[in-house]
């Protein structure tokens, strides 16, 4: 049983004393720690700390003191929920309380139905709704305060946010990124945010403009460039519309020209007008809309210099003026010159860019709205999700969202607990309701960036050679990478957000007819395309002897290429289960059997198991591949190891498909061999030629 502290009795309670009849209720799951009547936004009310009790806690999470505000009021308002907020964050509650949760105890009629219509309209933090009433008619009940909690604490999906957040109840992590952002407002400077789609950049504009507003020094005006309202504009139009809207924010008048030649010097005077420690702060996001490479308004090929030049000036007279630009790519200010002419934001906009939460964050974020929610999120689900969602907020929010749905589903009983067996059991289920939002994160990459979205297309699509080939040009490279769409991993690339790749991959697919990811050789070109792989095999084992001699690795198959290397050049076209026998035992003999007869006249029996695999760990998979399938295709018994090996290499090449469902199986196999032959072997190249 909880308790009013004696401060709460002898203080507040003596001239309130009714509302102890309700208050009493409440502690059978809390303790009352603080209590004082505030006015806010034009009215009158209590406010109480309540203390989780060690069950109360157990059962909901809360980690924290909940703020409790009581109305007298016979009707609620928006204000009233304005007025929660403040509290929140005033002394002695901030840091304090709770700042997810709340409890209101209202003498309103239907005071619960408003709230919850409130509620999923607005991004407000979780309310629960006592009738003071009904609080002193249930003080005998122990259990009428935590069942009310939990019926709507558990009944909330807080993961199921899809627009950016506008407040601060749900925003986590980029602390320090936003530190640095406000510094370079406050001196004056520019700055750029790029990333890919859904990443959080305009929950990141909003909450710099939020902070920023809080010193009452920095003017903030903020610009969705992909708003019709604002695209359809010419330079002119949207420059006279923010010099209107800056006039309008400082309170200062100013007399518009009737000639649009001269807004820019209009501009250069407004902004020198602004007095000294004050500052204007212009926030373009979705700048690419307004850029000299849009598709969907062309004017912008010939206003952007307009415009930008406009701005520059106004910039080059003054410290009092910054912009922060968003975008998906930096390309708009890494360009030095644009026909000939110089770009005027290049060299004066430093940028970051804004990738997915990092494993901490992500961890906090599970912890704290799962919490809320029932949902008891195990420590090592967060490297999962940073695994297959990158970090990335949307996906993983999604990601979260549909693992609660999942527990509601199958009738669990809440608070559940969430460990990593639970989250594979779920991945195809709670992959498939991603789709969507897979193509949204990468939409205006291949819209805006088509060059860079193909590129990404190869890698996702498996073809890692052909990445590699392309993304040798360093800003392709860099920028996949920046997004967080491409990481190194032991030198390899490899997706960093699977779920994305495999949508990217699956699209290409569709739209040439596929089913599958793996597009297979036409049958009246194979002879042609074998013949070239071959060779191009052939040639990429000499091109690699050649390195790792340069980089004194342990050879291959000795001082030479591989001895029979003319029967691997006569390998034909794979067409049934007996010429994919022979095909395999070509390839076993020429390459896996002549590195183990190196390592016998040398002495060591386990040269291929030990110093292949850890000289050229990506072609060694390639090679026990052909050791594995030559193994299964010539013995009606495999071991163990064998097998589950087997299993893993054609579920990767059928792509999960059972082997008697696929039509031209033995093709099928002879292309994923090869294929994997040839990407390994580029990979090995790049990382001796580094």
């Not at 040009?473 to 860099?478: A, I």
């Not at 059928?654 to 994997?676: K, N, Y």
Request: proline letters at 3%.
């Amino acid at each position: 049983m909880g308790k009013i502290v004696p401060e709460v009795q002898s203080g507040h309670l003596t001239t309130h004393p009714n509302e102890a009849l309700w208050l009493r209720t409440f502690q059978s799951a809390f303790d009352v720690t603080w209590a004082s009547a505030r006015r806010a936004h034009g009215s009158n009310y209590s406010v109480y700390f309540l203390k989780p009790t060690d069950a109360t806690i157990e059962t909901f999470g809360f980690e924290q003191e909940i703020l409790t505000v009581y109305s007298k009021y016979d009707n609620l308002e928006a204000r009233t929920f304005q007025s929660i907020e403040q509290f929140t964050g005033d002394d002695p509650a901030r840091g304090r309380v709770d700042r997810l949760f709340s409890i209101l105890i209202s003498e309103a009629e239907n005071a619960a139905e408003w709230v919850d219509e409130y509620v999923m309209t607005n991004e407000a933090r979780t309310i629960v709704v006592f009738s003071a009433k009904e609080l002193q008619e249930n003080a005998g009940d122990a259990w009428y305060v935590r069942k009310k909690i939990a019926s709507k604490v558990f009944a909330r999906d807080l993961f199921d946010f899809r627009l950016p957040l506008e407040k601060d109840i749900y925003f986590f992590g980029r602390s320090a990124l936003l530190h640095s952002f406000k510094d370079s407002v406050k001196r004056g400077e520019n700055r750029g945010l790029f990333g890919l789609r859904k990443t959080g950049k305009t929950s990141f504009l909003y909450k710099l403009q939020r902070e920023l507003s809080e010193d009452g020094k920095t003017t903030t005006l903020f610009y969705d460039c992909k708003n019709p309202s604002l695209r359809l504009r010419s330079a002119s139009e949207l420059l006279a519309k923010v010099i209107s809207d800056i006039s309008k924010a400082l309170g200062v008048s100013i007399i518009m020209p009737s000639d649009d030649r001269f807004l820019s010097e209009t501009l250069s005077e407004l902004i020198s007008s602004i007095p000294s420690g004050k500052n204007v702060l212009l926030i373009f996001d979705e700048v690419e809309y307004i850029s000299y490479f849009s598709q969907k308004d062309p004017h912008w090929q010939r206003d952007y210099l307009t415009f930008w030049q406009s701005v520059w000036a106004a910039q080059s007279q003054t410290r009092n003026l910054s912009v922060v630009i968003s975008g998906v790519n930096p390309r708009l200010v890494e360009e030095d010159k644009i026909e000939g002419i110089q770009n005027p934001l290049f060299g004066i906009v430093p940028y970051n860019y804004l990738k997915g939460l990092d494993e901490v964050d992500l961890r906090k974020m599970l912890l704290t709205l799962g919490r809320r929610m029932g949902v008891k999120f195990q420590p090592n689900t967060a490297s999962i999700f940073m695994s297959e969602y990158g970090g990335h907020p949307l996906l993983c929010r999604l990601a979260a969202s549909s693992t609660y749905q999942m527990a509601i589903g199958e009738s669990q009983n809440l608070p559940v607990s969430i460990n990593a067996a639970a989250l594979e059991r779920q991945k195809s289920e709670r992959d498939e309701g991603l789709v969507f939002y897979c193509g949204h994160v990468v939409s205006e990459l291949r819209d805006f960036y088509p060059d860079e979205y193909q590129v990404f297309e190869l890698l996702a699509c498996g073809h890692i050679a052909d990445y590699l080939e392309f993304s040798t040009l360093p800003e392709l490279r860099t920028h996949l990478q920046s997004y967080g769409l491409v990481t190194a991993k032991e030198g390899v690339p490899i997706v960093s957000i699977p779920v994305v790749g495999t949508h990217v991959a699956l699209e290409r697919a569709r739209k040439e007819g596929r089913k599958t990811i793996q597009k297979l050789i036409a049958y009246g070109e194979r002879s042609s395309w074998l013949k070239k792989r071959l060779k191009d095999i052939n040639q990429a084992f000499s091109d690699l002897r050649r390195s790792a001699k340069l980089a004194d690795a342990n050879p291959l198959f000795g001082a030479n290429t591989f001895p029979d290397s003319h029967k691997f050049m006569t390998i034909t076209v794979v067409n049934d289960r007996d010429s994919l026998q022979s095909f395999l035992s070509t390839l076993n003999l020429c390459l896996v059997e002549s590195i183990e007869i190196y390592g016998k006249s040398i002495g060591n029996e386990g040269y291929f198991w030990n110093e292949i695999r850890s000289s050229y760990p990506r072609l060694h998979q390639s090679l026990h591949r052909i050791k594995v399938y030559r193994h299964e295709k010539f013995h009606l018994e495999l071991n163990d190891t064998v097998e589950a090996a087997y299993r893993k290499f054609i579920e990767q090449d059928l792509e999960g498909r059972d082997p008697s469902s696929v039509d031209e199986l033995e093709f099928t196999i002879q292309q994923a061999v090869l294929d994997s032959l040839w990407n390994n072997l580029q990979i090995e190249l790049s990382r001796y030629d580094h």
